[in-house]
């Protein structure tokens, strides 16, 4: 029988399209044409690149300290730390300092945190007496020095839009995208006021990732997050530090703004649903003031930290890992049309897992 979307004619065809040009999409359609695929076109509905959750995050590489109660995920930073920050040095702030601390009620005592470390072999020692000292003593435990980096991502998206051109890489901006259906070989897209048809599509949308037109098997849990940019007292300048194991907070160099976002356990999550409506960044009530003040509780030269504004942006965490902080990456190939894979990219890292799946698969003749 023949199929109503083989029936219109098409504007265009190519080998993979990719729908979604954050970090994630961009790094498929530059990975797909290192596989020999010739036609790759990248299309997002934003202006520029890497907008979204690429943009608007904590720009932490993570090196497993943040996963005590995941240690897979803990492990699987600790691979892809080096490798991060090797391949992207020019976009690796190369010399901060990074503190982790833990509070009293913490999930975690010092010394657990010690061994966890030292099961994944992540460096930490006790902090030096002078950065120990940034910490209410009452409220704090116990700070260690670790290794662990932040990204500017305005460099990372730089780097990529030349990547992307170099590679020949079609991309296709403002332009919205939505998956038609199955067709005879492929898939039929439709993007802006076009019909195309590609012979694989990957939909790298990440918190829209339930609405580009394919069914998920996996739940996906989304939260809008609020996170301060603030410019940091001078005694902070090149340090990140992450008080851990509960309702504590961040507070990490931003590079790509040239200042510190802060971020809160309590306070920067504002809603969070599985609801199977598109989600808009709606304007909010900050929160500023009460993650500013909690945190200088535990960190008290945060008092005199000036706010420069509020970066709200959509999180999508898999509902599975909803107690246990594992950030797992999520390929799934749709069973109604298996030549469309969705990938769920949930930290920055996990770039290196999704490039070993792609290059087992089968992407057939061009
Ligand atoms: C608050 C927060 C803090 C985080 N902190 C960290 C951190 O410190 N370290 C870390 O490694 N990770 C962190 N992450 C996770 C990290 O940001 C994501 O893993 C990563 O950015 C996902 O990249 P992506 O390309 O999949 O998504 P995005 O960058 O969001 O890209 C998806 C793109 O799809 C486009 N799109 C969606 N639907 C359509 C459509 N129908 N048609 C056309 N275009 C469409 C969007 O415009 C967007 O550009 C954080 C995330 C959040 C939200």
């Known amino acids: 029988m023949a199929r109503e979307e083989d029936a219109i004619p098409f504007d265009r065809s190519c080998d993979a399209l990719i729908i979604g040009a954050g970090f994630y999409g961009a790094e498929i359609a530059l990975e797909l044409r290192r596989l020999g695929l010739p036609d790759v076109l990248l299309v997002d509905r934003a202006p520029a690149i890497m907008r979204r959750a690429s943009y608007a995050n904590q720009a932490r590489v993570h090196n497993g300290y943040h996963y005590p109660r995941a240690l897979a995920t803990a492990e699987r930073s600790r691979a ?21 601390a833990i509070a009293a009620g913490s999930r975690v005592s010092p010394a657990q945190f010690e061994t966890f470390c030292r099961i994944i072999g992540a ?10 000292t940034l910490f209410d003593p009452a409220l704090i435990e116990q700070a260690f020095l670790t290794r662990e980096l932040v990204f500017d991502a305005t460099r990372l998206a730089a780097r990529l839009e030349r990547a992307l051109a170099e590679a020949g890489v079609t991309l ?47 739940r996906v849990r989304k939260e809008l997050a609020e996170m301060l940019l603030i410019a940091p007292p001078p005694e902070l300048r090149g340090i990140g530090i992450t008080v851990m194991d509960g309702p504590f907070f961040s507070a990490m160099p931003f590079p790509a703004a040239g200042l510190h976002s802060l971020s809160h ?8 649903n599985e609801t199977p409506e598109p989600e808009t960044l709606a304007p909010q009530r900050s929160n500023r003031d009460a993650m500013l003040r909690d945190s200088t509780r535990y960190l008290p030269c945060l008092s005199r930290a000036r706010v420069a504004g509020s970066m709200f942006e959509m999180k999508a ?50």
């Open 265 to 272: 356990v309590r306070y920067t999550p504002h809603a969070a």
């Open 80 to 100: 892809n730390f080096e490798a991060f920050v090797s391949e992207y040095a020019d976009a690796v702030l190369p010399d901060m300092t990074s503190l982790y």
């Open 172 to 218: 296709r901006l403002n332009t919205e995208v939505h998956i038609l259906g199955a067709a005879e070989t492929g898939v039929a897209i439709q993007a802006g006021p076009e019909r195309i048809h590609a012979r694989h599509v990957v939909n790298a949308t990440y918190a829209d990732i339930e609405f580009a037109g394919v069914p998920l098997a996996s």
């Open 123 to 132: 460096p930490c020692q006790p902090a030096p007496r002078h950065f120990a």
């Open 317 to 366: 965490t898999l509902m599975r890992n909803e107690h246990d902080d594992g950030r797992p990456i999520l390929i799934e190939r749709a069973a109604t049309m298996p030549r469309v894979l969705s990938v769920l990219g949930a930290k920055i890292d996990n770039i290196y897992e999704v490039r070993s799946y792609l290059r087992t698969q089968d992407w057939g003749a061009p």
